[in-house]
């Protein structure tokens, strides 16, 4: 027979084992693409653009605090942030995507496993057999994964667009 503090404690680790399950392939594949060549030359500024699971914003973190922290640290880095309307003028079409996805690790704690996914899409051209094609491509990516709180997310957001701003400028130096 088992008690209720037995029954909480297996659901649990059950849940942390399960959200470390689902990180761990995440870490395996996390990577990231060098933006320092002709994807970011040039580049005249990107539209920001965030998805975030529902999760984060009932506890706390919204799409306006990611979009300002991102905002500011492109800023400084002399990287114009487009409006739509700019953005739809813009040759490239450059969007900054921005995708938060995770779970919390109990129902009554704000403690989560989260993976982070930010890309540069550009249009871009293939061309096979004498034809070109004009698409929206992935051209610098960066994946992180991790368990943290929510403030922990805001800042591995960060740390990830600081990188996309270094490579911007390493690209852009004159």
């Known amino acids: ?31 990231t693409v060098s933006g320092r060549d002709a994807a970011l030359r040039g580049l005249a500024g990107v539209l920001i653009d965030v998805d975030i699971d529902d999760i984060f914003t009932s506890e706390g973190l919204s799409k306006r605090q990611i979009i300002s922290d991102i905002e500011l640290i492109l800023q400084q880095a002399g990287v114009k942030v487009l409006s739509d309307k700019q953005w739809g003028k813009t ?18 704690w704000p403690f989560f496993t989260f993976a982070i996914n930010i890309q540069l899409h550009q249009d871009v051209y293939i061309s096979r057999s004498g034809q070109t094609e004009l698409i929206q491509a992935s051209t610098w990516f960066n994946m992180q994964s991790g368990y ?27």
């Open 1 to 31: 027979h088992k008690t209720g503090s037995d029954m909480r404690y297996r659901r649990h680790l059950s849940l942390v084992v399960t959200g470390f399950l689902v990180v761990l392939p995440l870490l395996f594949f996390a990577g």
């Open 91 to 108: 040759e490239g079409h450059p969007r900054l995507f921005v995708q938060i996805a995770g779970n919390k690790v109990q129902e009554n």
């Open 148 to 174: 943290g709180y929510v403030g922990d997310i805001r800042l591995q957001i960060k740390e990830i667009v600081g990188t996309f701003a270094a490579d911007y400028l390493a690209a852009n130096q004159m």
